[in-house]
């Protein structure tokens, strides 16, 4: 209790603040959640979903983990999904990775990393299809930086296939899936120019009749 204490004074404050600004804030945030957007990012504690886009609680949910990754095998995402889905009826799906992620770097290198190791195969899968693209370039930030988008794009393909995006998408639910990187060193969000926003965009092997 003692060592968190500077955490409960700052929730304090911060509470404090937003009453003032709006004091009936809390009270309506605590009847409803209805956020248009589902934030799939990193973990990295330096890429926040709410203060990047600059909204307040309750406008967006989120999903983080190791490099942003969707696999078709991880319950909790998937879980995410569904909720975000079927329930708040998101009406769009933001995968966002960041440039220099610790865990796309960790994939590339031939190293024992323990049990993270099991995680990242998933991304060194996706280093695996481009490898030939990633390893013509010279400099090493410029490989992960590209395996950093590329992951991005493999995520977003993974998130369509789900039969729940999917069963969205034939009972008529309007619902867009994108891919976004960020810059830690200026703060800016970058477009990947992907934006899923039906059947028809995906490929016929992994479309659910």
């Excluded at 600004?21 to 809390?26: H, T, V």
């Excluded at 889905?85 to 994939?107: D, P, R, S």
């Excluded at 993974?158 to 891919?179: D, E, F, M, P, R």
Aim: neutral net charge; contains cysteine.
């Amino acid at each position: 209790m003692r060592v968190l204490k500077n955490l409960f004074e700052q929730n304090k404050k911060w509470a404090k603040k937003v009453k003032e600004s709006e004091p009936d804030f809390f009270l309506k945030l605590s009847k409803q959640q209805n956020p248009e957007y589902l934030w799939i990012g990193c973990s990295d504690s330096r890429v926040p979903a709410n203060q990047i886009v600059d909204m307040l609680p309750g406008q967006i949910f989120v999903h983080r983990n190791i490099a942003n990754v969707v696999v078709h095998t991880d319950l909790n995402c998937l879980s995410v999904i569904q909720y975000a889905v079927e329930v708040l009826k998101v009406k769009h799906i933001i995968v966002c990775g960041h440039y220099g992620c610790g865990g796309i770097q960790a994939a590339m290198e031939n190293k024992d990393h323990g049990l993270i190791d099991n995680w990242l195969r998933h991304i060194k899968d996706v280093y695996r299809y481009h490898q030939t693209k990633i390893d013509a370039l010279q400099s090493e930030i410029d490989k992960i930086n590209l395996l950093c988008e590329l992951n991005v794009l493999e995520q977003v393909t993974n998130i369509c296939h789900t039969s729940i995006v999917q069963s969205a998408w034939k009972a008529g639910q309007q619902l867009a899936v994108h891919g976004l990187i960020y810059s830690i060193e200026d703060g800016i969000l970058k477009d990947l120019k992907v934006c899923i926003t039906k059947l028809d965009e995906i490929s016929q092997t992994h479309r659910i009749q």
